[in-house]
Antibody, heavy 122, light 109 residues
Framework: EVQLVESGGGLVQPGGSLRLSCAAS????????LHWVRQAPGKGLEWVSG????????GYADSVKGRFTISRDNAKNSLYLQMNSLRADDTALYYC???????????????WGQGTTVTVSS | EIVLTQSPGTLSLSPGERATLSCRAS???????LAWYQQKPGQAPRLLIY???SRATGIPDRFSGSGSGTDFTLTISRLEPEDFAVYYC??????????FGPGTKVDIK
């Protein structure tokens, strides 16, 4: 079974840092682009960042550029999101999602985790 | 960055009725790289349609997608009780930046 499991969320003060992880199983991890997508309470989906299979293509939403860093460890089947200088409007449920198509950055997302919650508050 | 606009914001319909959801892009979406997702409360999004008109694995044929360029449509031919949810469009043509629309809520009339 293809599975994505996020972890690392929690309560952090404004200006603080947090590192999210996504553990993957059930597919050939190093063939696929992966993404982070977030959803603030009661709001819609917001794409945050994506990294291609070989880390050769990386993208960030303008709202997080310069503060968040995406990375992956293909040996550990894991995706990460390092979040620095956190703000109240970063409060959200953070999903990890896998591309439908292997070897392409541009693809829909066919498998999603259940998310990990980040709360930024003093 | 491509901005997606969805309409209507809320669609109130009865089971058995046809639902037509619109997604409009601020500029042409390359190769019709547009997807539709369904999300129910407390659940992760589920991929319904990719490449504007291709159904994802296991998606019933009452769901169909159409469109190209800047105008796209998701149609649910006959609403089932489990179809009442929020629907998002997403473009993935403008690498490396992807964007989602704000969503359309389909609720029971």
């Amino acid at each position: 079974e293809v599975q994505l499991v996020e972890s690392g969320g929690g309560l952090v003060q404004p200006g603080g840092s947090l590192r999210l992880s996504c553990a993957a199983s059930g597919f050939t991890f190093n063939d696929y682009t992966l993404h982070w997508v977030r959803q603030a309470p009661g709001k819609g989906l917001e794409w945050v960042s994506g990294v291609s299979w070989n880390s050769g293509t990386i993208g960030y939403a303008d709202s997080v550029k310069g503060r968040f860093t995406i990375s992956r460890d293909n040996a550990k089947n894991s995706l990460y999101l390092q979040m620095n200088s956190l703000r109240a409007d970063d409060t959200a449920l953070y999903y990890c999602a896998k591309n439908l198509w292997s070897s392409y950055y541009r693809s829909a997302m066919d498998v999603w985790g259940q998310g990990t919650t980040v709360t930024v508050s003093s | 960055e491509i901005v997606l606009t969805q309409s209507p914001g809320t669609l109130s319909l009865s089971p058995g009725e046809r639902a037509t959801l619109s997604c409009r892009a601020s500029q042409s979406v390359t190769s019709s790289y547009l997807a539709w997702y369904q999300q129910k409360p407390g659940q992760a999004p589920r991929l319904l349609i990719y490449s504007a008109s291709s159904r994802a694995t296991g998606i019933p044929d009452r769901f169909s997608g159409s469109g190209s360029g800047t105008d796209f449509t998701l149609t649910i031919s006959r609403l089932e009780p489990e179809d009442f949810a929020v629907y998002y469009c997403q473009q993935y043509g403008s690498s490396p930046i992807l964007t989602f629309g704000p969503g359309t809520k389909v609720d029971i009339k």
